[in-house]
């Protein structure tokens, strides 16, 4: 359903263009170095993620970088239903996590192996906790 929607969507690289500072300021708040933002955006150059940071109007963004955003988005929607506490919605990402999936890694771990999927495996589990449901 998600692939449909973008799709269908007029103006893609216009909303992701809006949606760029968002995500960078989210990326700050996780405290994710440049090596690490590169992965989670799946950029293979520092260049373009300096020019994406300063000139967010003039990126080009692909529908991987929009299911990423879109993926980093419900993360972060997730940790602000689970967590009532600024710390803990913006430090959980980076602390080990004793569930299974995780075993032991912190979810940056996990979201930092450079692959779409392992943002929408995170994004799963973070919308099966806040639902109350495990995977």
């Known amino acids: 359903m998600k692939q449909d929607i973008i799709n269908e969507t007029p103006n893609l690289n216009d909303a992701g263009k809006q949606a760029l500072p968002v995500v960078f300021n989210i990326l700050d708040k996780w405290q994710c170095d440049q090596a690490n933002q590169m992965k989670l955006l799946g950029l293979t150059n520092r ?73 929408y495996e995170v994004a799963s589990r973070m919308d099966a906790f806040r639902g109350g449901r495990s995977l």
């Open 47 to 119: 260049s373009t993620l300096t020019k994406y940071r300063a000139q967010p109007d003039k990126a080009k963004v692909s529908r991987d970088l929009l299911e990423r955003m879109s993926y980093l988005f419900n993360i972060h929607k997730s940790l602000r239903v689970i967590f009532s506490h600024e710390d803990s919605v913006y430090n959980w990402v980076n602390k080990p996590n004793s569930h299974p999936f995780f075993g032991g890694r912190s979810a940056m771990e996990v979201m930092t192996q450079g692959n779409v999927i392992n943002l």
